[in-house]
């Protein structure tokens, strides 16, 4: 699951293959407070079994016990999915995107060491966001609405050690072009989702801008 910020498109790093985003997103942190919560589940029930070994605390305790590994179990193998690839990278040839035109760029991740895992399918869409801050008292609210999808064509590339991935998409000329205000923005979002034939890939998001 990808996270989504409000903050303005990041600007690219120019390449000589064009202009280069980086996935910043801090996947790990999420995955490490789900391993701590198991750990908290895990260790109350096994402190209630320190208490008094009898049946009325095994059977209170165990739930707790056989949750707590759950919620460590599932974050940790969430944490290794992450680490068999780099963060993700989306090279696109001009800058900023354009309206009415079509959009191909690149999507690059390589694995730790030079390896990685054998990627059966990459799925990828662009989204587009309205994030409209407002105040209600002392408290700040944030509302997200979507106001377009649209799926990306994909074509993957045979790399050693790396996944290469070709995206294809064609922008409206009548969708709005990407916004920033201090309580109201317009964000366009790519996202692509990488799997192999067992599991699901940690997928990568990008914030780009989009003009006339």
């Not at 391993?35 to 049946?55: C, K, R």
């Amino acid at each position: 699951m990808v996270q989504v910020d409000s903050d303005r498109p990041p600007k690219p790093e120019q390449t000589i293959d064009g202009y280069v985003l980086t996935d910043r997103g801090d996947k790990v942190s999420s995955h490490l407070v789900g391993m701590l919560f198991g750990l908290v589940f895990a260790g109350g029930g096994v402190f209630v079994f320190t208490i008094e070994d009898s049946l009325f605390n095994r059977v209170f305790a165990t739930p707790f016990i056989l949750v707590g590994l759950a919620l460590f179990i599932i974050p940790l193998v969430g944490l290794w999915r992450i680490r068999r690839l780099s963060p993700g990278q989306l090279t696109a040839p001009e800058w900023p995107l354009q309206r009415g035109t079509t959009a191909r760029l690149t999507h690059r991740r390589s694995g730790h060491r030079g390896t990685g895992p054998a990627v059966d399918a990459v799925g990828a869409y662009a989204k587009v966001l309205e994030v409209a801050r407002y105040q209600q008292g002392t408290d700040t609210h944030t509302v997200t609405e979507e106001i377009a999808r649209f799926p990306i064509e994909v074509h993957v590339l045979t790399t050693p050690g790396a996944l290469v991935a070709e995206l294809r998409f064609d922008i409206p000329p009548d969708v709005p072009q990407s916004f920033h205000a201090r309580n109201n923005q317009i964000e366009w979002w790519v996202f692509v989702e990488p799997s192999t034939a067992s599991s699901a890939i940690d997928g990568s998001s990008f914030k780009v801008q989009v003009s006339r």
